[in-house]
């Protein structure tokens, strides 16, 4: 199958109706002679709406045809039920044949009321439907038949543009139900109907309707409504039009140095504006709407990105090397003398650098501009490692700055936890999702992983390596809990010792205190215990390696959290009573009785103890009776308001017993008594 943008053929379709004769802009054209005695200037000329309509239309095509010579592009010109050319060869894709055509229609006259737009829309819809020379390639295949018409026009209101897309609509369908029956000829899949009102003077706008925005009128038809007056207003339009139908891009080149017309012993920095394919700023920027260099020209509805011209070279080859992207380009005002001096310059063989100015006040080269076989082009240059180099190496960080990862242990650890094709549930019957325990195995690992050599100690420690080893498992048996008490014991022998540490810690001397021993062996056990402490709620074992280190630190626990929830404290409970010996437990019973020394017995009767801790001091409640500042405040609160009103037996305690009607039974006990 064969696909076809709407941009790959394009109809105009032009208004010959009154309002295009009437005058819209006036122009100054006596501005060589000079002012003087007796000087009487020439009265200004206006142009019709026409002219300015041809010459907006003109230069739409003169862009497109310049970036897509290759009849890519096509275009076509219809007024009335003239005009169009011959077909869509290529020899029918330039100026002459445009110009040649409108001159045979002429200029529309203010007597005739007939404005043939309509004629002019299906005269377009059938053109369209007139196969190109690429699609006649691929005859064989299915081919989707796109197009774009754009309608230049002067309504009189919103039910006139209603009107109008009504009877685009009927025309197409006629259109396509011929042309499904006619040899040669392709239905049009989707046509984009663009209508651009004009009107010959600023007033009050006669069209309210959304603009700039496509609405689908079925399944083969959307058109869009702009609006815009007729003189530099409608030409600026076009060119909006023109950027955003192929997806152009505009680049102004700023501070080109260029002599004086008249004193050419002087010379002044001038700009000049080109066109292109707007993928030479998306290949070098990605976003081109977040770069400082992005800025709207005055008068214009498109952005543009502001470059500064560089000192010019020869055309060199090994720049080209650099070179992400080449793309044509055409000067916006090709007339303009800075467009022509800019163009011979380029054509004489010399090329262009021109700096990109980015964020934080950096420049940086982002293109070239330079000739090839008579043609110029915009290349962009490529701003980061050019790809025929080597690629960059894990230890280079940002800006070449070498930095020091830890990459042997990166590798360990992308070699030690390599997925692998999961053979199935075994014969235990496991309910645990591969994936998830993949996931918790990598997570357990890299609970405290460092990055870099500089920022750990343990990890430079090779004395350390297999306590951290086996503490980053899931289970840990006897012998592993033993392993890891004897590496605690020696790293206690290697301070009593005072020998040095490996590693970040052993060339510090940050004055008097950071240098010493006692302060990096001080620093080393913080970051041990924050491992341990990291892992010890993997198994039980592991709390064992950190009950120790804590007792050999002379550190209290750290209290148990409320989340472990009463059942998983009982069962370490169990675990530590039952490891005790006949006397231990029949000394713990007695403790427990009278609530223990060295025990404290929480709120909620959860036990927790200190191992190898002092025993803790009791907490003196400053004659408060036992009761926090909440429990205080409440009562004051009560208090207060029991002596205002009688409480509510709704927010009585739980529990207590609420009387009802006692009212009825005051008024039984009255009448007893009376009776």
């Known amino acids: 199958m064969a696909l076809y943008p709407s941009s790959h053929k394009t109809i105009f379709v032009l208004d010959h109706g009154p309002y295009f004769a009437l005058p819209c802009h006036q122009v100054e054209f006596d501005v060589g002679r000079r002012g003087g005695p007796g000087f009487i200037p020439l009265a200004s000329i206006s142009k019709s709406v026409w002219t300015v309509v041809v010459e907006a239309v003109a230069e739409y095509c003169r862009i497109v045809w310049d970036i897509f010579p290759r009849g890519e592009k096509l275009i076509r010109v219809v007024v009335g039920e003239e005009g169009g050319g011959e077909g869509w060869e290529e020899q029918e894709q330039n100026m002459n044949s445009v110009m040649e055509g409108l001159a045979m229609v002429g200029r529309p006259t203010g007597d005739d009321r007939n404005s043939s737009i309509l004629e002019g829309i299906g005269r377009g819809l059938e053109l369209l439907c007139e196969p190109s020379p690429k699609q006649l390639k691929v005859v064989e295949d299915t081919v989707v038949n796109r197009g774009r018409l754009v309608v230049m026009t002067t309504m009189e209101g919103d039910s006139h543009h209603q009107q109008l897309l009504r009877a685009v609509e ?39 309707g959304e603009q700039d925005t496509m609405v689908k009128l079925s399944s083969t038809l959307t058109t869009t409504l702009y609006s815009a007056v007729a003189g530099p207003a409608l030409a600026s339009k076009l060119l909006y039009l023109c950027l955003k139908h192929y997806n152009l891009a505009s680049t102004t080149v700023t501070g080109i140095p260029m002599k004086e017309e008249q004193n050419a012993s002087s010379s002044a920095n001038y700009d000049v504006e080109l066109f292109h394919l707007g993928e030479s700023h998306v290949k070098l920027l990605g976003d081109v709407s977040d770069m ?37 380009i055409t000067p916006t005002e090709v007339n303009s003398r800075q467009s022509s001096c800019l163009t011979n310059f380029l054509l004489s063989g010399r090329s262009v650098m021109l700096e990109m100015q980015k964020r934080g006040s950096s420049k940086s080269m982002s293109h070239m501009l330079t000739s090839h076989g008579g043609e110029i082009f915009i290349h962009t240059l490529s701003s980061s490692r050019s790809t025929l180099e080597d690629p960059p190496s894990i230890s280079e960080g940002p800006g070449g700055r070498v930095t020091d990862y830890r990459i042997p242990d990166l590798a360990h650890l992308m070699r030690t936890h390599r997925l692998a094709p999961w053979p199935g549930p075994g014969t235990q019957g496991e309910t645990v999702n591969p994936t998830t325990k993949a996931k918790q195995m990598l997570d357990m690992v890299t609970k405290v992983f460092p990055i870099t050599i500089s920022s750990t100690t343990i990890f430079n420690m090779p004395v350390v390596v297999p306590m951290i080893s086996l503490l980053q498992g899931d289970t840990l048996t006897e012998e592993g809990v033993a392993e890891c008490q004897k590496i605690i014991y020696s790293l206690i022998s290697m301070e009593t010792k005072a020998e040095t540490l490996p590693g970040p810690l052993a060339g510090t001397n940050t004055g008097k205190k950071g240098g010493r021993k006692d302060e990096q062996y001080r620093l080393m056990f913080t970051e041990l215990e924050k491992f341990v402490m990291a892992h010890s709620s993997n198994s039980p074992k592991h709390f064992q390696v950190m009950e120790c280190l804590m007792q050999v630190r002379n550190k209290p626990l750290p209290v148990k959290r409320e989340a472990e929830g009463e059942a998983g404290l009982a069962s370490k409970e169990l675990e530590r009573y039952q ?21 404290v017995v929480g709120k909620e009767g959860i036990k927790t103890e200190h191992i190898g801790a002092p025993a803790a001091k009791k907490v003196k409640l400053m004659g408060l009776g036992g009761k926090n500042l909440l429990e205080i405040y409440m009562e004051r609160l009560k208090r207060e308001a029991s002596k205002k009103h009688v409480e509510f037996a709704g927010r009585r305690n739980l529990g207590e017993v609420a009387k009802l009607y006692i009212k009825m039974e005051k008024e039984n006990m009255v009448k007893e008594e009376a009776g």
């Not at 260099?293 to 080209?320: F, H, I």
Request: aromatic share 4%; net charge neutral; with cysteine.
């Open 170 to 208: 009927q025309q197409l369908a006629a259109v396509n139900k011929q042309a499904a029956v006619t040899a040669g000829l392709l239905p049009l899949a989707e046509c984009e109907v663009v209508i651009v009102h004009t009107q010959p003077q600023v007033g009050e706008a006669r069209l309210r």
């Open 292 to 328: 400082p260099c992005l800025s709207r020209r005055e008068d214009c509805e498109y952005m543009t990105v502001t470059l500064k011209w560089c000192t010019p070279r020869g055309s060199a080859g090994v720049e080209l090397h650099h070179s992400s992207g080449t793309y044509r």
């Open 579 to 599: 490891a005790m010996t006949e006397r231990e437990k029949l000394d713990f019973n007695m403790s427990e009785g009278r609530g223990g020394s060295g025990s």
